[in-house]
């Protein structure tokens, strides 16, 4: 799993594998010896999973941040544009390879974003918005369509359990890729502080991917 990244492992293929025999014919006239050799090629399960700042096949700790900054004048005035993110201006990569099926997207947060100040109000994740799009350019061998972004799910901090989002294989494989896009909505008008950014004002997304 990845914190506004995940990432999952990719293994190795492992090495031709070979078995052979042997015959001895022996007699008058013409003779014929044969002998048989079974090949088999083993694929080991893969599954990936990149959001935001990653190395396609590895594992990349990088966490990437995403901040909205309300101007003085736009406190509760509207949508606000991130920053941060590989992609810059609030925008991440996000790319998924799986080689056994469908492959099940989610997000978990832990509860609303908040300054950690008892008794201030909390900032609810439905008021970060996400646009999914393709990236600008493609990745050979994936389709850049872009990923519906699953919603965020705040199950276990009492909220409402979500459904995740469903990447259908093709051929026994899903290898896709796009970009999301956050916003701020910024329809209140809160006390001043910094919301979230640190898990324990319940600041982190942590997607995962799971397959069968």
Known sequence: MKKLLVIAAFAAIAPLAAHAESNFVTGAGALSASARLN??????????????????????????????????????????AGTGGDLTAGAVTVRVLGNTGTVTLNSGVTGPLSTGVAGNPTVPWSDITVASGALGSTTAGFINTGIAHPAFNTAAAGGSSTTGTTLAATGGLVRQEGKWTFAYANTATLPAGTYGSTAGNNGVVTYTATAP
Do not use: C, E, H, R
């Open 39 to 80: 090949f088999s090629i083993t694929i080991p399960k893969v599954l990936f999973l990149q959001v935001g700042t990653g190395t396609i096949y590895a594992t990349n700790a990088t966490v990437d941040a995403i901040d909205f900054s309300v101007a003085a004048g736009n406190v509760g005035g509207g949508a606000v």
